[in-house]
């Protein structure tokens, strides 16, 4: 009915390109920017932001950059939690070292930090391939954590090893820090979270998209017909420990507040990301955001529904979240091996015929 | 479904709210995961001691309390929703039993002026109330055990542990990492040498830790640890065959729990307290006839008497008179979450009130004022009977070297002030 192509037309190529062809997809698209931008900042208290929209932008992010190095360009990592710390701590360190900078700043140079760290561990990737560099990866997610925990000018020689982060502004309004009105870091992070997929989304669309793809498919043809290795291995591996490099900081800084590295940033935390983008739906963008939805909202919406709605023992509800949720994780996965976004797909496909069937 | 979840999160709020009064008592809870095990009887103390509350007096001041559970894991994400969830219903005070929530509590509260009180874990230097207005640690803190550790080995040793050995086994996280500074300072003062042995969490690999035990023989081990790891490490210690009466634990590494997995192996394990262990308290009367008699009791009901058990009944208490002071100094019973602050900064306990309410000894003699949040630091060691299966406390309830301790709480906390431009209370 509405939602197809027919007569929309196209008169550029631009147009043609575009990342929402569809008339009825884009207005969804927009419609979704104004609401998050322009309605939600109006209504959410400090229980929406901090425990439902905060982890959820964050986790974006990171699902985000991960889905670049592993749905994109095919490289398996389990560092994800190793390069949050290295963003947490880079940011840390800039946050104190340097306070009258501007917490944006510090969020994207900590990027640009994580990036750095993990170009130096993506070097592996070009000796070694598949299950062998997700244990690299393994290494470098055991070693950040022991390296963060071991060196004490990281935390800032503090007694106890956890790193706080001071209250910091943006425009004169709070960012960071315990004083901050709901829709300051609510905002803050929905930029970032904005920016970020806008970039991946072309990044992956354009030239560098398609050799990273290359590279996934069949490294040996990427390389016959001129895609260097090194170049697309190594820039896979910078750009996806940007976007997770921020995550981190945000996650640090805007988030949580105080950070303990072997508890928030250990290897739990890599599978958690991982999980994320296989069951969004590896290289795809919407994929990264349905994940991170179902892997940080379900548990919240499951623990309100049981012991806030029906009022059962919270140890008898945690309990039954897991299996709730791994349940879930298994059906989805048998049902549609690659994700929530083929779902999605598949269900646009058949809106497109609707009502009709052929 | 997010809209869905608003309407649910509404309607739950809307079920859960009643109309009349309450005092609302939050108890962000880890009754699943690897720290469970300590979890359980301290979430069931502090909801039998309620229960029992408000069977027996109906409420505090004719105001019925309310436990506001809210199950964390002992993770930090799930204790900032938990905290969240709970702060707008009117929670009066915050007892996380987590040093890492602790650390993100503690700016959150103070900005939404709520009480945090952190009974002998949290951040050490919180003691100090010019800088910290709403945290409170009092009986005791991290440095008081680790002092009082100390001092019981140099009674031990008639007062000279100087080229002694000493190994600290610790949980690698911010709770295990808080003695550390102590312990270096007193290894100065004493002579002893420092052996620092970190265990990652959840603790329950530690096969190379005692390897190095075994070789390097120190003559004491203390152990910070929590969780399975207390569990592990007392197994592993009987596999080397380490003297238990050498080897104490930290007062969150001496519950039943912690040693009844070893057997008889971990007999005359010590561990520190800073509660009276057992059952001979006439409080426990009162809970048998108005909680466990009349099955109200949380959980599986299985904890009662463990030592953590009493630990949260005693923070119970402290809570409980707290809130008593707070509605004395505003005449009113349904106290606010600033009031509450002012019956915990005022509080004063004395052997009189322990003694009315069936807790003498269980705890010191102490007051708490504006410039101290952290009270007297008393500490006592208690020693594993593993035939018959109890906790004997075999010193009384010492005082830690203050002249160590002060100086490092007045450098963290000033150092924290500064760091986040605090102007100093109380003056």
Redesign the interface.
């Known amino acids: 009915m509405f939602y197809r192509e027919a007569g929309d037309f196209k008169t550029t190529y631009a147009d043609d390109n575009q990342t929402f062809p569809i008339k009825f997809d884009r207005y969804r698209y927009y419609f979704v920017l104004v609401f998050a931008f322009a309605v939600v900042p109006f209504v959410i208290?400090?229980?929406w932001v901090?425990?439902?929209f905060l982890?959820f932008l964050i986790y974006s992010i990171a699902a985000i950059g991960l889905n670049i190095l592993v749905g994109y360009c095919g490289q398996v990592s389990l560092g994800t939690g190793g390069f949050m710390a290295v963003g947490a701590y880079a940011c840390y360190k800039l946050m104190?070292a340097f306070p009258e900078v501007n917490i944006f700043f510090h969020v994207l140079l900590a990027g640009g930090v994580t990036a750095g760290v993990g170009v130096l561990f993506g070097l592996p990737s070009l000796r070694i391939k598949g299950f062998y560099l997700a244990v690299a990866t393994l290494a470098a997610q055991f070693f950040l954590v022991w390296l963060f925990?071991r060196v004490p000018w990281f935390y800032n020689y503090?007694?106890?090893?956890?790193i706080?982060a001071?209250?910091r502004t943006l425009f004169g309004f709070e960012v960071t820090?315990?004083?901050t009105s709901a829709w300051a870091p609510y905002l803050f992070c929905l930029v970032l979270v904005t920016l970020s997929a806008l970039v991946a989304r072309n990044l992956t669309r354009g030239m560098q998209g398609r050799q990273w793809m290359a590279i996934r498919d069949m490294d040996i043809a990427a390389e016959i017909i001129g895609v260097n290795p090194l170049r697309a291995k190594l820039t896979a591996f910078a750009v996806s420990s940007f976007f997770v490099g921020i995550s981190g900081a945000l996650f640090f800084s805007v988030?949580?507040?105080?950070?303990?590295v072997?508890?928030?940033f250990?290897i739990q935390k890599s599978f958690l990301v991982l999980f994320m983008i296989i069951i969004g739906g590896l290289g795809s963008i919407f994929g990264s955001f349905a994940g991170a939805?179902f892997l940080v909202?379900m548990p919240?919406?499951l623990?309100?529904?049981l012991?806030?709605?029906l009022g059962w023992?919270?140890?008898l509800?945690?309990?039954l979240e897991f299996l709730i949720v791994g349940a879930l994780i298994i059906i989805f996965l048998i049902a549609e091996p690659h994700g929530l976004a083929q779902l999605w797909r598949v269900a646009k496909e058949k809106l497109r015929l609707w009502p009709f069937p052929h | 479904?997010?809209l869905k979840?608003a309407t649910?999160?509404t309607?739950?709020?809307m079920?859960?709210s009643p109309v009349l009064a309450d005092l609302v008592m939050p108890s962000l809870?880890f009754?699943?995961g690897p720290y469970?095990v300590g979890g359980?009887p301290l979430a069931d103390g502090y909801a039998d001691y309620f229960t029992m509350v408000n069977e027996r007096d109906g409420g505090i001041g004719g105001v019925p309390v309310r436990v506001l559970?809210?199950?964390t894991?002992y993770?930090?994400?799930k204790g900032?929703?938990c905290y969240?969830?709970t702060?707008?219903e009117g929670s009066l005070l915050y007892q996380p039993f987590s040093?890492?929530i602790t650390?993100?509590l503690?700016?959150?509260v103070?900005?939404?002026g709520i009480a945090l009180h952190t009974m002998g874990y949290g951040?050490?230097?919180a003691a100090n109330g010019k800088v910290f207005s709403n945290v409170f640690n009092f009986p005791a803190n991290y440095w008081d055990a680790a002092s009082v550790a100390i001092n019981y080995l140099l009674d031990e040793n008639g007062g000279d542990i100087s080229g002694k050995k000493i190994a600290l086994v610790y949980h690698?996280?911010?709770?295990g990492?808080?003695p550390?500074?102590t312990l270096e300072k007193l290894s100065e003062k004493h002579g002893f040498e420092l052996l620092l042995l970190?265990v990652?969490?959840p603790g329950q690999e530690q096969k190379s830790q005692w390897l190095q035990i075994r070789r390097e023989k120190p003559d004491n081990v203390l152990m910070w640890g929590w969780g399975v790891m207390n569990q592990v490490a007392v197994q592993e210690a009987a596999n080397i065959r380490y003297p238990m009466e050498n080897f104490i634990g930290a007062w969150w590494s001496g519950a039943e729990a912690d040693v009844l997995p070893a057997g008889d192996a971990a007999n005359g394990y010590k561990a520190l307290t800073m509660n009276g262990v057992g059952k001979d308290f006439p409080i426990y009367d009162d809970l048998q006839k108005y909680v466990y008699d009349a099955g109200l009791a949380a959980?599986a009901g299985n904890q009662t008497g463990t030592v953590l058990y009493s630990r949260t009944i005693y923070a119970g208490f402290l809570a409980h008179m707290a809130i008593l002071k707070a509605q004395e100094m505003h005449g009113v019973a349904d106290i606010t979450q600033a009031m509450m602050v002012d019956g915990m900064e005022n509080l004063e306990i004395t052997d009189a009130m322990m003694e009315k309410y069936g807790v003498a000894g269980m705890g010191p003699e102490f007051s708490v004022s504006c410039e101290n949040h952290g009270g007297p630091g008393l500490g006592a060691v208690t020693q594993w009977d593993a035939s018959a299966g109890v906790w004997n406390q075999i010193t009384d309830f010492k005082v830690s070297d203050k002249s160590i301790i002060d100086p490092l709480i007045l450098e963290?906390s000033m150092?924290f002030a500064a760091?986040?431009?605090i102007a100093e209370r109380c003056n």
């Open positions: 208290n400090d229980y901090n425990a439902i982890p104190t925990n503090s007694a106890s090893g956890q706080s001071p209250e820090g315990p004083n988030y949580l507040g105080a950070v303990e072997g508890e928030a250990g939805a909202l919240v919406l623990k309100n529904v012991v806030g709605m023992p919270t140890d509800a945690a309990h | 479904m997010k979840l649910w999160a309607a739950a709020l079920t859960a809870s009754r699943t469970a359980i559970e809210c199950e894991g993770n930090t994400e900032v929703e969240e969830s702060k707008g040093t890492g650390y993100q503690i700016p959150k103070s900005a939404d951040r050490t230097s690698n996280s911010a709770y990492k808080e550390i500074r970190a990652d969490h959980g963290d150092a760091e986040n431009n």
